[in-house]
């Protein structure tokens, strides 16, 4: 199956600084990556996807890159603020049914 | 709020005792899933439904628990004989018939003692 690897595993920045979290996955046949917010005690939240056919995906101050030949992609999150401190993970799939998620990357940023 | 909501929201149980959990998908969204995060983990895939077929299971559902939605809408999960080792969250997540986007509820927190 999928294997998905998340870094960095925490990250702090300062409040209006940039943060990319990185993910890799195992299975070429994967064609949809979508990235999730959870906040404590709350379910994961969708905040992005890119699909295989797009390299770049942006939504004001979060954006995705996807690098399909070395089967890894990023998420970029600009001018950062307080209320962006939560549980971040990356997942992938090839089809309609299961996603395989990363690790999470606790991001904490500091005013 | 995603429209998804999960019943109940925390359960603590004795060991060896069922518990069961009920999911409310988003309206019309007809494929259904369930995971499972522990703590420190991402969500790990348990089962999966398109309207009132059950179309996939891990490995991770073990004879112990079963899943069910019996007219396309509402599901349900079942644990029997709980272990410590399923104290876990308990999430499920709808998606649309066209789209690859899956909405997750606020999830069902199990307490095994």
């Known amino acids: 199956g999928e294997n998905v690897e998340q870094h960095p595993s925490t990250l702090s920045v300062q409040e209006g600084d940039s943060a990319v979290i990185k993910c890799t996955y195992s299975d070429s046949a994967s064609n949809y990556f979508p990235w999730y917010k959870q906040e404590l005690g709350k379910g994961p939240q969708l905040i992005i996807d890119i699909r295989s056919n797009v390299g770049e995906k942006k939504d004001q101050r979060i954006a995705v890159t996807l690098n399909k030949t070395a089967k890894h992609f990023s998420l970029h999150i600009t001018e950062t603020q307080p209320e962006d401190s939560a549980v971040y993970f990356c997942a992938a799939s090839s089809t309609l049914g299961r996603l395989y998620f990363g690790r999470g990357t606790q991001l904490t940023v500091w005013p | 709020d995603t429209g998804v909501s999960q019943d109940p929201r925390h359960k603590i149980t004795k060991r060896g005792q069922n518990v069961t959990f009920r999911c409310d998908p988003i309206s019309e969204h007809n494929r259904l899933y369930w995971y499972r995060q522990t703590l420190g983990q991402g969500p790990e895939f348990l089962t999966y439904?398109?309207?009132?077929?059950?179309?996939?299971k891990s490995r991770l559902l073990s004879d112990r628990f079963s899943a069910e939605r019996p007219k396309g809408s509402f599901s349900t999960l079942e644990i029997q004989r709980t272990e410590q080792g399923d104290s876990a969250m308990y999430l499920c997540?709808?998606?649309?018939?066209?789209?690859?986007?899956?909405?997750f509820g606020p999830g069902t927190r199990l307490t095994v003692l």
């Open positions: 997540a709808s998606s649309s018939r066209q789209g690859r986007e899956q909405f």
């Open positions: 439904f398109q309207n009132e077929a059950q179309l996939e």
